[in-house]
């Protein structure tokens, strides 16, 4: 299989809202929020997301966490212009599709995360306290271009 991957590569695109959202942010906030679920990677997870969830990064450094469904944003992310929810009728390119900037990978990849999904909530704590933190200098990746949920056809 990954022989005729390398050889035919495709893209794959997922599907949000039914079986899992995802919360999509800057890098500056994704890296963070990542070391800030660190602690957690040990154990064995609870039904309050402790545990951290798969994260996947595109190229354009846009870091993309899967989550538990149904939870709208938190009104200090949903005012956040960078920040995006993908739920019902968006998609998310999963790794490895190749985009025009490079391949999407994961940063915590399923397996690490024990096949879990963690609760919204608790990845949206992770963002606003990593919001509230010093910010770089840089804190968009790609200036002039914003994140939009991508509508299914």
């Known amino acids: 299989?990954?022989?005729?991957?390398?050889?035919?590569?495709h893209s794959v695109l997922l599907p949000t809202g039914r079986t899992f959202d995802v919360i999509e942010a800057p890098a500056y906030l994704g890296q963070r929020a990542t070391d800030r679920m660190k602690p957690f990677a040990g154990g064995t997870g609870d039904d309050d997301g402790q545990l951290p969830g798969p994260v996947a990064v595109t190229?354009?450094?846009r870091w993309m966490f899967l989550v538990r469904p149904g939870h709208p944003l938190r009104p200090e992310l949903e005012h956040c212009f960078h920040v995006v929810r993908h739920g019902l009728g968006s998609w998310i390119p999963a790794p490895p599709t190749k985009l025009p900037e490079g391949t999407v990978r994961w940063a915590v990849a399923p397996e690490h995360a024990h096949w879990r999904l963690p609760n919204s909530y608790a990845v949206q704590n992770l963002l606003v306290d990593a919001l509230n933190s010093p910010r770089p200098a840089v804190a968009l990746s790609t200036p002039g271009r914003l994140p939009l949920p991508r509508q299914g056809r």
Not at 1 to 9: E, F, G
């Open 1 to 9: 299989m990954a022989t005729w991957w390398r050889s035919r590569p």
């Open 59 to 61: 190229p354009a450094g």
